[in-house]
């Protein structure tokens, strides 16, 4: 069974102090790795989609990155306006299945 | 940027009774899903949709559950006789045609069964 764990739960950083986010993983043959961004109350937004390790990608102060067993997203300089929950989610090759297995998210909160 | 609609918001409703939870996905997007969050849990997995049929489900989503899209564009999730347990904020999502797996989600309904 596909499985995703995030790690810390909960990150408090001060304006401009940079970090990451971990997300681990494993699946049966990865179609994709998917980043979200949710704020309370609302649905998760896109970010990126990363389909091999050693792939990056990078949005603003955002940068994810994929290895065989996890993923990063890097947060440089954060901004208060980047405090959200950063969803990680993982689609799997077997069965042509389709459905987004997802992590429980960092909830990221920048302090001024 | 065209988005994904849900009505209503927030739907409150009483143990037993059915609901329908509504969805405009953006025009030209061909493939459907509903996931659902129960409060401080992981969003979950409903339902796949497409060419008007089921294309995988959860285990999640029994007898109790339908989706159906009666006329071409609005996309329905039905829970023919609501538990407290269903609870939850329901998601639409969708992927455009020709995209590759991208799923781009609604705002959401949160179903408050009392």
């Known amino acids: 069974e596909d499985q995703v764990t995030q790690s810390p739960e909960a990150l408090r950083l001060q304006e401009g102090e940079s970090s990451s986010l971990n997300c681990s993983y494993t699946v049966s043959g990865l179609r994709g790795l998917f980043w979200y961004r949710q704020d309370p109350g609302k649905g998760p937004e896109f970010l ?7 792939e990056e990608k990078e949005k603003e102060r955002l940068k994810a ?12 300089a954060p901004k208060p306006e980047d405090s959200a929950t950063y969803l990680c989610a993982v689609q799997g090759l077997l069965g042509g299945s389709e459905k987004l297995v997802f992590g429980k998210g960092t909830k990221l909160t920048v302090n001024p | 940027e065209p988005e994904v609609t849900q009505t209503p918001s ?3 409703t009483q143990m037993g009774q059915e609901v329908i939870l509504r969805c405009v996905p953006i025009s030209n ?3 459907f899903y509903w996931y659902r969050q129960i409060l401080g849990q992981k969003v979950e997995f409903l339902v796949s949709f497409y060419n008007n049929e089921i294309s995988e489900k959860s285990e999640i989503f029994d007898d109790q559950f339908s989706v159906e899209r009666p006329d071409g564009s609005n996309f329905t999730l039905k829970i023919r006789s609501t538990k407290l347990e269903d609870s939850a904020m329901y998601f639409c999502a969708s992927i455009p045609q020709g995209a590759a ?13 009392t």
Request: net charge positive; aromatic share 18%; hydrophobic share 30%.
């Open chain 2, 10 to 12: 927030h739907q409150v």
């Open chain 1, 65 to 76: 990155t994929l290895t065989k067993k996890e993923s990063f997203l890097h947060i440089t």
């Open chain 2, 101 to 113: 797996y991208e799923q781009y989600f609604g705002p959401g309904t949160r179903l408050t069964v």
């Open chain 2, 29 to 31: 997007h061909l493939y």
């Open chain 1, 48 to 54: 990126f989609t990363l389909y091999s390790a050693g």
